[in-house]
């Protein structure tokens, strides 16, 4: 009996070890939003923008498909929301609370009783009283009408989102009333903890930092077959400032050490006894606090923030080594980090290594260092790790032979550059012996791999690049895929030359995600009305156009009915925004995008994989430049050109900048891009004769 209950403990163990492993290999997705449409979110939709209670960055958001409802984070918080609100009937009616897909340690109440959560915040906070505090704060703002004030303020500027997230909205007097008031009115009712204030406070105060400080060591670049110049890795990193005495986040709140000593003045006479850190299981926190940090994982690899993506992912996978979305974030992070290195573009996707603290200054001054053949090949073996050890992955397999071509033929190394000896040994120490080869062999490839006479020595003229395919310079599936994607390579090359217009290559179906124009004022404040119309209208001109070209058009990316809006809708519009955030951060270069696999159903379903997108704004031509004085001294010593300088002058011109671009989802391919940059009075005109142009000559292609 002993015995049988021992075996089944062991089988209980590998069971739940098995589900365990189930559970961390899983691909994360991002979480797609449940139930109906909220009612809140379509009123904000269809509210007039004349109207007082037009909230134009909730509509923004929602547009952006960067608002998440009816997931289980969003059940986590509203059991939070709802001990902190009993007792408050009419503010229960009132407040809504939404999470906000956004890395920003942030938490925002808006004037119609909108709270949003952001990723970053629950990805920061260490326990559920921590973040109980916060909400308990932005409660105090709709209860205190702070939020009609700060919308009231900053409804019209340029950079509305923006300026939200990162700076301060409200009065330091406003943010320590919040403080005082969601601590006596809403917190004190609850069932949270005191203790946790302090520790609050220091998330806060902290809040640009990774989640967690761990030294980056350099194996996780090197091997035993290679490795980089000492000057590749910083002997002391930058240590983390004391912040004291600096408007720190929530970006947009006052000095957070002045707050900690207001909150625990006033929670020192206050009894801890029987509160708790966890009211709900602290499993389900976890659960919560895991999922964000993915979540703002992907959102760092979506604006090509790469080393914030890179060193997060290192510091989870310390935690969940088995995680499979973290292998893929690895991999697209340094894949990313090539092609924009290979572009020329890699200042703009990580911070300058001096601006770093921290252990992650280590990642950042390393990125530096790096050249082009050493980013490249050093994301090719990462990426060939993890398509060796998943072989049936479509999104490594494209990787892999991208980067291949990369360095094959881009940078035109020869495969007889990778030496087959580790960095370190001399030519002159290997002794290699020639032997009648009589084994049998698969393939060629396994030939050469196993041919003595083809191995590649050291050589004194070789660097660290290499040495950096050593332990798999010679897999034959490896050589089997350098020589597809040379032969795929060469056959793109010869299609490009011979392409030529023809009407018969016209596609079927052609998809459009609608068009972005946007209309400034003098001041630079965006005409939202006039930059609608001129969208709608644009769209119209692109889908009469394409019919004259009697090819269908599918319109996708938005929600096709405001005015009721469905789920199915906005889940959709959320993985077309995720994919063009991070086409356009790539600046329409040609790579394979993460982001593409949430779209293969849709774009098969559509029966094409090319989408259309144009992007445009109009300005006003400023009248204090040089032409405007040059124009004034001319008809001044000139009387006939009187007529032309009071047309100058009185005849609103304005700048036009517009973008024409054809991508391949599956490919990740730009098929066409071109470019306007205009000064015209009549700049509605230019641009719909630019795209139409421009959209005749890619369909008669």
Same mark, same amino acid.
């Given at each position: 009996?002993?015995?049988?209950?021992?075996?089944?403990?062991?089988?209980?163990?590998?069971?739940?070890?098995?589900?365990?492993?189930?559970?961390?290999?899983?691909?994360?997705?991002?979480?797609?939003?449940?139930?109906?449409?909220?009612?809140?979110?379509?009123?904000?939709?269809?509210?007039?923008?004349?109207?007082?209670?037009?909230?134009?960055?909730?509509?923004?958001?929602?547009?952006?498909?960067?608002?998440?409802?009816?997931?289980?984070?969003?059940?986590?918080?509203?059991?939070?929301?709802?001990?902190?609100?009993?007792?408050?009937?009419?503010?229960?009616?009132?407040?809504?609370?939404?999470?906000?897909?956004?890395?920003?340690?942030?938490?925002?109440?808006?004037?119609?009783?909108?709270?949003?959560?952001?990723?970053?915040?629950?990805?920061?906070?260490?326990?559920?009283?921590?973040?109980?505090?916060?909400?308990?704060?932005?409660?105090?703002?709709?209860?205190?009408?702070?939020?009609? %004030?700060?919308?009231?303020?900053?409804?019209?500027?340029?950079?509305?989102?923006?300026?939200?997230?990162?700076?301060?909205?409200?009065?330091? =007097? %406003?943010?320590?009333?919040?403080?005082? @008031?969601?601590?006596?009115?809403?917190?004190?009712?609850?069932?949270?903890?005191?203790?946790?204030?302090?520790?609050?406070? #220091?998330?806060?105060?902290?809040?640009?930092?990774?989640?967690?400080?761990?030294?980056?060591?350099?194996?996780?670049?090197?091997?035993?077959?290679?490795?980089?110049?000492?000057?590749?890795?910083?002997?002391? @990193?930058?240590?983390?400032?004391?912040?004291?005495?600096?408007?720190?986040?929530?970006?947009?709140?006052?000095?957070?050490?002045?707050?900690?000593?207001?909150?625990?003045?006033?929670?020192?006479?206050?009894?801890?006894?029987?509160?708790?850190?966890?009211?709900?299981?602290?499993?389900?926190? =976890?659960?919560?606090?895991?999922?964000?940090?993915?979540?703002?994982?992907?959102?760092?690899?979506?604006?090509?923030?790469?080393?914030?993506?890179?060193?997060?992912? &290192?510091?989870?996978?310390?935690?969940?080594?088995?995680?499979?979305?973290?292998?893929?974030?690895?991999?697209?992070?340094?894949?990313?980090?090539?092609?924009?290195?290979?572009?020329?573009?890699?200042?703009? !996707?990580?911070?300058?290594?001096?601006?770093?603290?921290?252990?992650?200054?280590?990642?950042?001054?390393?990125?530096?260092?790096?050249?082009?053949?050493?980013?490249?090949?050093?994301?090719?073996?990462?990426?060939?790790?993890?398509?060796?050890?998943?072989?049936?992955?479509?999104?490594?397999?494209? !990787?892999?032979?991208?980067?291949?071509?990369?360095?094959?033929?881009? =940078?035109?190394?020869?495969?007889?550059?990778?030496?087959?000896?580790?960095?370190?040994?001399?030519?002159? #120490?290997?002794?290699?012996?020639?032997?009648?080869?009589?084994?049998?062999?698969?393939?060629?490839?396994?030939?050469?791999?196993?041919?003595?006479?083809?191995?590649?020595?050291?050589?004194?003229?070789?660097?660290?690049?290499?040495?950096?395919?050593?332990?798999?310079?010679?897999?034959?599936?490896?050589?089997?895929?350098?020589?597809?994607?040379?032969?795929?390579?060469?056959?793109?090359?010869?299609? #490009?030359?011979?392409?030529?217009?023809?009407?018969?290559?016209?596609?079927?179906?052609?998809?459009?995600?609608?068009?972005?124009?946007?209309?400034?004022?003098?001041?630079?404040?965006?005409?939202?009305?006039?930059?609608?119309?001129?969208?709608?209208?644009?769209?119209?001109?692109?889908?009469?156009?394409?019919?004259?070209?009697?090819?269908?058009?599918?319109?996708?990316?938005?929600?096709?009915?405001?005015?009721?809006?469905?789920?199915?809708?906005?889940?959709?519009?959320?993985?077309?925004?995720?994919?063009?955030?991070?086409?356009?951060?790539?600046?329409?270069?040609?790579?394979?995008?993460?982001?593409?696999?949430?779209?293969?159903?849709?774009?098969?379903?559509?029966?094409?994989?090319?989408?259309?997108?144009?992007?445009?704004?109009?300005? &006003?031509?400023?009248?204090?430049?040089?032409?405007?004085?040059?124009?004034?001294?001319?008809?001044?010593?000139?009387?006939?050109?009187?007529?032309?300088?009071?047309?100058?002058?009185?005849?609103?011109?304005?700048?036009?900048?517009?973008?024409?671009?054809?991508?391949?989802? %599956?490919?990740?391919?730009?098929?066409?891009?071109?470019?306007?940059? =205009?000064?015209?009075?009549?700049?509605?005109?230019?641009?719909?004769?630019?795209?139409?142009?421009?959209?005749?000559?890619?369909?008669?292609?």
């Amino acid at each position: 009996m002993k015995r049988l209950l021992v075996i089944l403990v062991w089988m209980a163990c590998v069971c739940g070890h098995s589900g365990l492993l189930a559970q961390t290999s899983a691909v994360f997705t991002m979480p797609e939003c449940q139930g109906a449409f909220p009612s809140v979110l379509t009123n904000a939709l269809n509210t007039p923008r004349s109207a007082k209670s037009y909230n134009s960055l909730l509509v923004q958001l929602v547009q952006e498909g960067r608002v998440l409802y009816g997931t289980p984070m969003n059940d986590y918080v509203d059991q939070i929301a709802e001990k902190l609100l009993d007792g408050h009937p009419q503010l229960q009616n009132q407040i809504h609370f939404y999470i906000l897909l956004s890395p920003k340690v942030n938490a925002i109440a808006l004037n119609n009783g909108v709270i949003l959560i952001t990723t970053g915040l629950l990805a920061q906070v260490t326990n559920e009283a921590e973040l109980a505090f916060v909400m308990s704060h932005e409660i105090a703002h709709i209860y205190l009408h702070h939020a009609d %004030q700060v919308e009231k303020k900053n409804s019209r500027k340029k950079n509305y989102v923006t300026d939200y997230l990162n700076y301060h909205q409200h009065s330091r =007097e %406003q943010e320590l009333e919040a403080d005082r @008031v969601g601590l006596t009115t809403f917190y004190q009712n609850s069932p949270y903890s005191y203790e946790v204030l302090d520790g609050l406070y #220091d998330v806060l105060k902290y809040a640009h930092l990774p989640f967690d400080e761990i030294s980056f060591p350099r194996s996780e670049v090197e091997t035993d077959f290679y490795h980089f110049p000492d000057n590749y890795f910083l002997s002391n @990193v930058n240590p983390i400032s004391d912040r004291s005495g600096i408007t720190d986040t929530l970006y947009t709140h006052p000095n957070v050490d002045k707050r900690r000593e207001v909150a625990k003045a006033l929670a020192y006479s206050l009894s801890n006894e029987g509160r708790v850190k966890f009211w709900q299981d602290k499993s389900s926190f =976890e659960e919560v606090n895991r999922t964000a940090r993915l979540i703002c994982i992907d959102l760092f690899l979506q604006i090509h923030q790469y080393d914030k993506a890179y060193y997060n992912t &290192f510091v989870l996978q310390k935690i969940y080594p088995e995680d499979a979305f973290l292998k893929r974030a690895s991999v697209a992070s340094l894949y990313g980090m090539a092609k924009h290195k290979l572009d020329g573009s890699a200042n703009n !996707v990580y911070s300058p290594y001096k601006e770093v603290e921290g252990e992650m200054q280590q990642v950042n001054y390393f990125f530096t260092k790096l050249t082009r053949n050493e980013w490249s090949v050093l994301a090719l073996r990462n990426a060939w790790k993890a398509y060796r050890e998943n072989p049936g992955d479509e999104y490594y397999e494209q !990787v892999v032979l991208d980067l291949m071509k990369d360095v094959f033929v881009t =940078e035109k190394m020869q495969y007889n550059d990778f030496c087959d000896f580790p960095q370190g040994m001399l030519a002159e #120490d290997i002794h290699l012996e020639q032997t009648a080869d009589t084994t049998h062999y698969e393939s060629k490839y396994d030939r050469l791999k196993n041919n003595p006479a083809a191995m590649v020595l050291p050589n004194k003229k070789f660097k660290t690049v290499n040495y950096m395919l050593v332990d798999i310079h010679r897999d034959s599936l490896f050589f089997a895929m350098l020589n597809r994607a040379q032969a795929d390579a060469v056959n793109e090359q010869i299609m #490009d030359a011979i392409a030529q217009p023809s009407a018969s290559a016209a596609p079927k179906t052609l998809l459009i995600i609608p068009p972005e124009v946007h209309v400034y004022k003098k001041n630079d404040q965006e005409r939202v009305e006039a930059s609608q119309r001129q969208s709608q209208h644009l769209l119209k001109t692109m889908t009469h156009t394409a019919k004259k070209c009697k090819v269908e058009t599918i319109v996708g990316g938005h929600l096709e009915d405001a005015k009721h809006p469905t789920t199915a809708q906005y889940n959709d519009l959320m993985k077309w925004q995720r994919w063009l955030r991070d086409y356009a951060n790539a600046k329409a270069m040609s790579m394979t995008y993460l982001t593409a696999a949430d779209l293969e159903a849709f774009m098969d379903s559509v029966g094409t994989q090319q989408v259309c997108y144009v992007g445009a704004e109009h300005r &006003f031509y400023s009248f204090s430049t040089f032409n405007k004085y040059f124009y004034l001294l001319l008809t001044l010593s000139h009387p006939l050109m009187i007529p032309v300088g009071i047309a100058d002058f009185c005849v609103p011109v304005r700048t036009t900048h517009a973008q024409f671009v054809v991508a391949d989802v %599956q490919s990740g391919k730009t098929k066409m891009s071109r470019g306007l940059n =205009e000064r015209e009075a009549s700049n509605r005109v230019l641009l719909d004769n630019f795209v139409y142009t421009q959209l005749r000559s890619y369909l008669a292609r």
